[in-house]
Each structure stands twice: as C-alpha cells, then as structure tokens.
C-alpha cells in the first residue's frame, strides 16, 4: 500500500512502459536476428540492426562513453559489444534521480550469415557507436541480363 | 525522422493499419543538488548541440531534442529498439534558482545543466566568535 503510494510516479509509468515493450515484442518480427544471445528489452545500451544490399549497419544508442573502453569484435557472423559506462556523482550531493545506466555491459548479436569479419568499420559520434560490417560479393544480388 | 522511414518501409502493410503517431522518447536523467545548485545530466544519444533546446518558460524547464542518425540508401531495419528520434522531457523548477544563468553542456550525447541557486540563497557558514 505505501509502494503504491510512495512510488506512484515511476511505478505506474515504468508499468506503462514494461507493457509498451511486452507489446511491441509480442507484435514485433524484428526481434528475430538477436536469437538465444539476445539480452532483454531495455536493456542498456539501445540497439538497432539496419541491412542494405552491401552492408549491415548496426547502431549503438551508448551517450557518454569513452571511446577507448569499448571492445567491439566480430567472430564470421557474431558481433559482441561490450563496455563500462562510469556516472559519477560528485561527494555530499543531495541526490534526486539516478535513472542513467551505470556499469559495465556485454551484448552480443548474431547478423546475417554474408557477412565478411574482415571488412568492419567503427566509429563513435554523438553518443551513437556505428558499426558498417559489409557483406561479402558472391551474396550480393546480381541483375541478370536477358538477350 | 529517416529512422521512422526505414522502419516503415520494412513493415509497411503493418504500419498501415496503425493510426499515425508520433513516438517521443524520454531520456533518462539523473539529477542531484550541492550548496551552489541543482545538476541535471540527461542520455541523448544521437544528439548534436544544434539540435538541442533548453527552454525555461516560467518555472517549467524543457528539454527538447532531435537524434539523427546516419542511414545507408535501401536500408531495412532487422531490429530496433530504437523507434523514434525525438526526445522531450519537462521540469517544474523552483524558484530559488536563477534561471537566466544555467549553463548548458553537451558532449558524447550527454547534456549537462546546471541550475545555480540565487546568490543570496546558498548556504552561508557562520564563523562562531
């Protein structure tokens, strides 16, 4: 009774929002690729997975890392990210809110099985970690002429 | 906004029978108080400084901004837990606070505001005689 009371803010939206992600997973195909190694909804960082012809791009929604403590690798078609995400809070602060993610992090994704481990670029902007693994020629699909 | 497209195009006929609406996200902040003020710290990943707005309109504080996102042509979302692109997230203030001299930072996504306290309302220390 007092949780309901006392935690009305958060609970209730927080509850609004656990039942927004249960719908969207329920309706959603997308979740597919993420496979066994997938870690729950919501979890820290945000991923979004986007394939063109050529390329998989995969986008890491991390604000406020350093760069140098990522460790990104590929192994044939599975991507891991994994890093540390430090928010400090300065000594003999009041302190209201602390909703940002704070620790250290893994996920790991499986992409399309064309992909090629040795052509992967990385860069980090914004807050936004982007991945371009491209994929590999003979799976490319190629236009056929007709005589 | 580009997000929304490839996500659309990956599953137009679904998106069809769903009404149009615009998803706003809210970022998750962290917010803590010292003798000279109030910090609030807020993930906008995706956010440049130009896209940014902090607005104080009377004693609401609002933070409104525009994530984008570089997109290949022809691309097809396989996932997402990312869905839209706009945050927005509103404060109520009090008013102790000098309104007119927060200072905003943003860096690697993360905006930074600190919210100063009037001068005449930080705590002072007595020295006892």
């Known amino acids: 009774m007092f949780g309901y009371l006392t935690g009305f803010d958060r609970d209730l939206f927080e509850q609004f929002d656990q039942m927004r992600r249960e719908m969207d997973a329920l309706f959603n195909s ?51 990210i994994a890093g540390e995400r430090k928010v400090e809070v300065p000594e003999g602060t009041q302190v209201y809110r602390r909703e940002r993610f704070n620790g250290s992090f893994r996920r790991v994704i499986t992409l399309p099985e064309d992909v090629d481990p040795d052509q992967v670029s990385a860069n980090y902007r914004d807050g936004v970690l982007h991945i371009t693994v491209q994929r590999k020629e003979e799976h490319q699909p190629r236009k056929i002429e007709v005589k | 906004m580009s997000e929304n497209k490839a996500m659309k195009a990956a599953e137009s006929t679904q998106m069809q029978a769903r009404p149009e609406q615009e998803m706003i996200l809210r970022p998750p902040v962290d917010i803590y108080e010292d003798a000279s003020g109030i910090t609030l710290k807020a993930d906008l990943p995706g956010v440049s400084k130009d896209r940014l707005s902090v607005q104080v309109e009377g004693n609401n504080l609002t933070i409104e901004a525009q994530a984008v996102i570089e997109m290949p042509e022809g691309m097809e979302a396989l996932y997402a837990d990312v869905t839209a692109t706009r945050f927005r997230r509103s404060f109520t203030l009090s008013n102790e606070l000098e309104t007119d001299k927060i200072q905003a930072e943003m860096k690697d996504g993360v905006l930074s505001l600190h919210l100063p306290k009037r001068a005449e309302l930080q705590p002072r220390k007595i020295q006892v005689q």
Request: charged share 10%; no cysteine.
């Open chain 1, 30 to 80: 997308l979740s597919a690729p993420l496979g066994i190694r997938s870690s729950a909804a919501g979890s820290f960082p945000a991923i979004n997975i986007g394939a063109s012809p050529k390329q998989v791009d995969v986008y890491v929604f991390a604000a406020g890392l350093d760069p140098a403590s990522l460790d990104v690798s590929l192994q044939q078609n599975l991507l891991s």
